[in-house]
């Protein structure tokens, strides 16, 4: 069974960058679609980017786009996320997630359209 495994969260300055990396492990998640997500305490999970198990598409919530950009190395078998521009409203958990065969259903923005989810990296903004 594949596992992801995320990490490269951290404690950043706000303007700064940092670049979460996802990291299949047991497996590969070629041939899936793959995304970011994030949670903050009491609110709902949201997406931030997905890209297309080609690499050619990607998807970005309005509130990440330009600052954002998603990656994904299918020799390293690997996702990226590179965050530049950091806001205190960018801090929370970060969750790598691997599409299920139902992901038509729901787009790329719906978590029910992903079935493999990793621990989570924290990422800290201070202002």
């Known amino acids: 069974q594949v596992q992801l495994v995320e990490s490269g969260g951290g404690l950043v300055q706000a303007g700064g960058s940092l670049r979460l990396s996802c990291a299949a492990s047991?497996?590969?998640?070629?041939?899936?679609?793959m995304a970011w997500f994030r949670q903050a305490p009491e609110k709902e999970r949201e997406l931030v980017a997905a890209?297309?198990?080609?690499?050619?598409?990607?998807y970005y919530a309005a509130s990440v786009k330009g600052r954002f950009t998603i990656s994904r190395d299918i020799g390293e078998n690997r996702i990226r996320l590179q965050m530049n521009s950091l806001r205190p409203r960018d801090a929370t958990v970060y969750f790598c997630?691997?599409?299920?065969?139902?992901?038509?259903?729901?787009?790329?923005?719906?978590?029910?359209?992903?079935?493999?989810w990793g621990q989570g990296t924290e990422v800290t903004v201070s202002s």
């Open positions: 997630a691997a599409s299920t065969p139902v992901y038509s259903r729901y787009g790329p923005d719906k978590g029910a359209g992903y079935g493999c």
């Open positions: 047991g497996g590969t998640f070629s041939g899936y679609h």
């Open positions: 890209i297309g198990w080609s690499g050619r598409t990607t």
